[in-house]
Each structure stands twice: as C-alpha cells, then as structure tokens.
C-alpha cells in the first residue's frame, strides 16, 4: 500500500472533478493535501470537509496560476503552516471552447497558455526550489490523451498540453539530481460535472472503442497520481501515464 504520510502536496485546479479525485486519494495515503481554487470556494470546502470527516488534513487555497504573486502567496502559506512542500499536482486548466482552428484566435490560444503553461512552469519553478533543499520532490502535470490523438476544434487545448509535454521533460532533466521526478498523466474522457461534455450517444460511441468498455472516472486518473506520488515511482520521469482504458491502442 502507498503511503504518503507526512509528505504536503498542493493540487491546482483542486476543486474541479479530477482536482478532487486526486486530493481526497493523496489524503486517504497519508498525505496533508492543500487545495487551490479560483472561484468555486464552495465546492473547495465541501472536499476539504469530507477529508477532514474522514480524518484527513489541509487547507483551501484561492489563487489565480496565471499570476505569479497569487503562486507565490499559496505556496508562503503553505510553507507557514506545514513547513514544506512535497508533492505539487498542476490540475489548473482553462475553459474549453470547441473552435475550428481556421476560425479560432490568439486570444483564445494565449488563454490556455496562460493557464496551462505559464500557471505550470511558475508553480513548478517555486516548488522545486523548496523541494531541492530535502532532496525529494513529486511534480505531476495532467494533460489530455488528445495530445497523442487530436480531435478537431480543440486546437488552443491540445497545443498548449503539447508544449507542457515538452516543459515537463526538461523539467524532469534538470531536476532529476536532486530527487525530484516530473511526471505527466494524461485522462481520456473523463466523467464529471465539469469536463468536457458530449452528449450520450457520443459517450457510448467512445466507451464501445474502448477496450474496457467504459469511459474514465475521476477516481481511476487519482489512482495514476496517487502512483506517481509515491515513494514506489522513485526512478520514473519525464514519463507519461495515459489513463483512457486503452482508448489510444485502437
């Protein structure tokens, strides 16, 4: 069994469906979880609640990744309260908006870079800092299968995932003498409230070519980070984990 007893981590984007998953699982090994959101405090506190119910510990966070004061913040208070940061999930991800690539703009590409990749690189950057000092250190980027199998109208997405990819792996060179590991998953469709809708027929469509016949949860994208979390995972980096039920083999 993973344990992560005693180690901090900070999911972004943690009051989403997936964000979720992911800290009431790191909670449930032993982890102290901290979860950053941007606008649903809400739903933030009802995942912090039921991790406490369940005799867990963290904190909520509210910060915008695009700005780098906002990173700084979360990341001082973090280090007030529990003394170090040992595990950093960037789950933070912009709207999609389904736009064919000859009608779509800079706007909307910049909007997911922001997001995805100057959110990513910034907190990945604060992280590392305080991680090289114990000499161990947990980075796990989500990303989309759809990076390796595109789809049309989601050319700003899938781009700016693509360029996390390629920062994750250098990420994972440079750091990599210090103990740290950087890592990436990469969820199919994944069910939720707030992931990418398509209607039922479409949804059947996709869970009948996937081999295991169904589409994602939240929990089994969780249970990816949770591995690659762990102590268990200590010579596996720059590496991507694809969690779509064999979806990419068809």
Known sequence: MFSLCGKVALITGGANDIGSAIAERLSEHGAI????????????????KKIINKGGEGMILKG??????????????????????????????????RTPIYNDS??????????????????????????KKRQWG???NILSRMIDDPVSGYGSYISALSAMEGMTKVLAYEVGEHGITANMILPGFTLGKVTPHAPGHVQEEIAGRTPLRRLALPSDIANAVLYLASPESSFITGAKIIVDGGLVMR
């Open 138 to 140: 947990r980075i796990i």
């Open 106 to 131: 800079w706007t909307n590409y910049k909007g997911q870079i922001d997001v995805v990749i100057k959110g990513g690189l910034c907190a990945s950057q604060i992280a590392a800092r305080d991680m």
């Open 33 to 48: 979880v901290a979860i950053n959101y941007l606008k649903s405090e809400g739903q933030a506190k009802e995942i912090l």
């Open 64 to 97: 915008d990744v695009r700005r780098r004061r906002d990173l700084l913040a979360m990341f001082d208070e973090i280090l007030k309260r529990y003394g170090k940061i040992d595990i950093l999930i960037n789950n933070a991800h912009n709207l999609i908006r």
